[in-house]
């Protein structure tokens, strides 16, 4: 396979190369570049002007972009702006997103903590600058403590068409559920001059400080460079504090003919793992003895973009990116007393090393009314020492090889169509079968295949007229379990892990339709519905049992179960949002969505509901949100809810003058203390009472000081 590969690249490069130069071209002795749309072939609409919505409209990547959408994917597309942001105050990436439509975000607890899951239950895929991120332990970290100040936009692009962005195939996904969608975050990138200078402080002895400084001149030459630091005391005895140090560098030249992007982020930091405290409680921590962190956390995102232009319609992509994610996972148990052995238990160093390289190399045909785009990605990824809850069980070497092709048309003045296609083949140099529970001493697999995951999408849209734009979308995934997860037998009524289960290929039908509809400045409305029919759907049965059924000993004697089930899962996503003056615009969204009387449909809120103003008027911005979430279940072992809460953020500027802006916000303002995550099971050897909640710190609030020079 790797000869194979070495062989079709150069191959790939050659075609792309030679129908570049021939099919498209307008002379020999000129190459031009193509005047395309901002993202694809449909003409630009009418600005909203609608400082609290943002859809796929709003998304702006070029149509030759693999990062680019089709027009279908428009109305299921989220995106946030850096104004936004600005006005939001966001505690962090994951405040943001937790307010996005049909978002799940689940975190607090002590080694497993934030988990982002959409439309009940699908795995979402993280792209920083282009860089495919893998959605581990490290890189929750990594994604809390991103500086807010440094992005750009967040785009939640979440439907059945896009599979040139990246795999469907996920690394440490044992039970072969396959990326639904993706978080595509970019930072910054100056259009003109910036400098910028912020100073924040806040309860919890909270401080930050940034700065921006960047450029664009005539000849498409651009850099941006950008520094954040942040700490938190956090709340007195609750053992979530925090801290990072983040570095932003940038350099493009675009021209007539190429695009370079060069860009490199560094993150240096740490973080408490909050502990949990006694059901019923918000005043006594569960277990005062145990005390974890993750310090350091680390994160290195280092990524280059190439684009030749060949002809009016035609270029070439490179991209090669690399990410490092490191940190060090620490438990003081303070004497803590082994009931089994009768010893105090011995503090946790638990290494966490990845690193994942990847390269991409995509060809873009583009006409008056389609865009053509064929293309390559490699990813391989690295764990010299193990997972969480699995450290010491390294090395991890793995690597998925995808190809892929897409197509758009439009026909006509009102409609547009497109489809795609892709495969990932998933490939283990080295690695050992110890994802979700496999015993003590867990089996190694050496150079194997686990098999193809694959999809095929259609999707249209079509402009009714100048209200109403209909959307449909419908696609096929079809990815392999791995094949080391165990089972789940009874055996006279107890839980057994099943060693020898086999676990068919999990494959999904969707179906997603929408509706836009444009009335008045002051109201306009976005509505999907979305209907998954899941086959092979693998969920937890039991957690943390040995061998024999009984609860384990320790972690290393612990065992998830999987069963797998027929599931389908339905709901609808609706916006309503507009300018109710010139100065004031908002947007609420509500969210529901079931998988009927499956176990796994009661790990999700069934309902959730975001309501946002927004306010800017001469020296006065600010802006209001309101989150609900409904109960849910954290595990399928678990029989407590959590959930069912209400939030309220709110900020509020002032611009002193052309180069000061004073700004006051605060989070959770009405100092809500709910908990997202809540375990029911105690290990029989530990002596701390780790039954009850992790409950939110409540109200966070603070001041910021911007200043332009």
Not at 191 to 204: D, E, V, W
Not at 219 to 244: I, Q, T
Not at 461 to 486: C, G, H, K, M, W
Request: aromatic share 12%; hydrophobic share 30%.
């Amino acid at each position: 396979m790797k000869d194979v590969n070495r062989k079709l690249l150069p191959l790939m490069l050659g075609i792309s190369l030679s129908i570049g130069g021939t099919v498209y071209a307008d002379s020999p002795e000129s190459v031009t570049q193509v005047e395309l749309p901002a993202q694809t072939i449909v003409g630009e609409k009418e600005n909203k002007d609608n400082a609290a919505y943002h859809d796929g409209s709003d998304y702006k990547e070029p149509a030759y972009s693999r990062l680019s959408i089709p027009e279908s994917s428009k109305a299921g597309t989220e995106v946030i702006t850096h104004e936004q942001i600005e006005r939001m105050h966001p505690h962090s990436v994951l405040d943001i997103l937790q307010r996005a439509m049909g978002i799940s975000y689940t975190y607090q607890g002590v080694k497993v903590r934030e988990t982002l899951q959409d439309r009940g239950g699908d795995n979402l895929g993280l792209i920083i600058d282009g860089s495919y991120i893998v959605y581990s332990q490290q890189a929750r970290g990594m994604l809390s403590n991103l500086p807010v100040s440094m992005i750009d936009s967040i785009a939640i692009v979440r439907d059945s068409t896009i599979l040139t962005m990246g795999p469907i195939e996920a690394f440490k996904s044992p039970t072969g559920a396959p990326n639904q969608g993706f978080v595509v975050i970019k930072t910054l990138k100056s259009t003109k001059q910036t400098r910028n200078l912020s100073i924040s402080t806040g309860n919890f002895s909270t401080n930050g400080q940034s700065i921006h400084i960047g450029d664009k001149d005539a000849n498409g030459l651009s850099y941006d460079f950008a520094y954040a630091h942040k700490s938190s005391a956090g709340k007195s005895g609750w053992n979530n504090d925090y801290a990072y140090n983040a570095a932003l560098f940038k350099i493009g030249k675009e021209s007539k003919t190429t695009d370079n992007e060069l860009s490199f982020y560094y993150n240096d930091g740490m973080s408490g793992s909050q502990m949990g405290f006694v059901r019923g409680s918000t005043s006594v921590i569960a277990d005062p003895d145990y005390v974890a962190k993750y310090d350091p956390v680390k994160a290195a995102i280092l990524g280059y973009t190439f684009y030749k232009h060949w002809s009016n319609g035609s270029t070439t992509g490179l991209s090669l990116n690399y990410n490092k994610l490191n940190g060090l996972f620490v438990a003081k148990h303070n004497g803590i007393m082994n009931n089994t052995t009768g010893k105090v238990f011995t503090d946790e160093y638990n290494q966490e090393d990845e690193s994942v390289y990847e390269g991409n190399l995509w060809q873009a045909w583009q006409t008056k009314n389609s865009v053509t785009k064929i293309g390559l990605q490699a990813l391989k990824w690295k764990s010299p020492e193990g997972a969480i809850y699995f450290y010491g069980f390294g090395p991890f070497d793995e690597q998925i090889y995808s190809a892929y092709a897409s197509y758009q048309q439009k026909v006509g003045k009102k409609l547009t169509w497109d489809g795609a296609m892709r495969i990932d083949r998933h490939h283990v140099t080295d690695s050992a079968q110890k994802y979700s529970g496999a015993g003590s001493n867990p089996k190694r697999i050496h150079d194997e295949w686990l098999g193809s995951a694959k999809s095929i999408a259609l999707g249209a849209a079509y402009q009714a007229n100048d209200t109403y734009e209909l959307f449909a979308r419908t696609s096929y995934t079809e990815t392999p379990p791995n094949s080391y997860i165990v089972g789940d037998r009874l055996v006279n009524g107890k839980h057994v892990p099943d060693l020898n289960a086999k676990f068919a290929d999990d494959k999904r039908l969707k179906y997603e339709i929408g509706v836009t509809a444009h009335y008045t400045p002051a109201f306009n409305a976005s509505l999907t519905g979305f209907y998954y029919d899941i086959k092979n759907d693998k969920s937890a049965v039991q957690q943390g049992i040995d061998v024999n059924g009984n609860a384990a000993k320790s972690a290393i004697d612990s065992y998830t179960t999987y069963a797998q089930s027929d599931v389908k899962r339905k709901g609808l996503e609706l916006s309503l949002h507009g300018m109710i003056n010139k100065y004031l615009s908002y947007n609420t969204g509500y969210t529901y969505f079931t998988a009927g009387n499956n176990p796994s449909s009661a790990l999700v809120p069934h309902s959730q509901y975001t309501a946002s103003l927004m306010y800017d008027k001469g020296d006065y911005s600010g802006s209001l949100s309101l989150l609900h979430v409904g109960n849910f279940k954290n595990a399928l072992t678990d029989t407590t809810n959590v959930g069912d809460f209400t939030t309220l953020n709110a900020s509020l500027s002032k611009k002193i003058n052309d180069n000061l802006t004073v700004s006051i916000f605060g989070d959770n303002i009405t100092n809500q203390h709910y908990a997202t995550n809540h375990r029911d099971v105690d290990r029989p050897d530990f002596t701390g009472a780790v039954k009850g909640y992790w409950y939110n710190e409540g109200a966070v609030y603070g001041i910021q000081f911007d200043y332009n020079f």
